[in-house]
């Protein structure tokens, strides 16, 4: 088993940081390596997928469930194949003074994940979360900066 974590300061405030967590629909918004469908509701079965470079169009679907809703505070999805390979994706939003504290983190358990070269694929992962985090708080600083045009032609 492995896990990994990335820490990010999102100026945005938890509500809107939650919409954009929950809102499975609009996941193709932000975040380049998955897409969810279902409702975020504990002990909930969504359809996951995810692809581990975000330049190849095919994602792959795997089941999924959704193990903690805790609004505003925390969001865990854990998806793979049972007991050969299973993830677990998580976000948790701290208060900060300037924001957010987004704390993500995405482990790996089951007997695949001993075969893979551990330095590489924590790496790999730390990189992935690096690059969803970047996404999501970019895509809430441009849609904060699209309804303050939207109100100055009012």
């Excluded at 088993?1 to 939650?18: D, G, K, Q």
């Amino acid at each position: 088993m492995f896990a990994v974590r990335n820490e990010t300061l999102v100026t945005a405030s938890p509500l809107r940081i939650w919409a954009a967590l929950t809102r499975f629909d609009n996941y193709h918004r932000w975040h380049p390596f998955v897409r969810i469908s279902g409702r975020p509701a504990v002990d909930t079965a969504v359809d996951y997928s995810f692809r581990i470079r975000p330049d190849r169009p095919r994602f792959r679907t795997m089941f999924a469930r959704v193990r903690s809703v805790d609004t505003h505070v925390q969001l865990v999805i854990t998806f793979g194949l049972g007991w050969l390979v299973s993830f677990e994706d998580a976000y948790l939003l701290l208060p900060s003074a300037n924001g957010v504290r987004l704390v993500h983190s995405l482990g790996c358990r089951g007997l695949l994940s001993l075969l893979f070269p551990r330095g590489r694929a924590i790496r790999n992962f730390t990189n992935l979360l690096e690059a969803t985090d970047l996404s999501l708080a970019r895509h809430l600083s441009s849609a904060r900066r699209g309804r303050a045009s939207e109100q100055g032609r009012r």
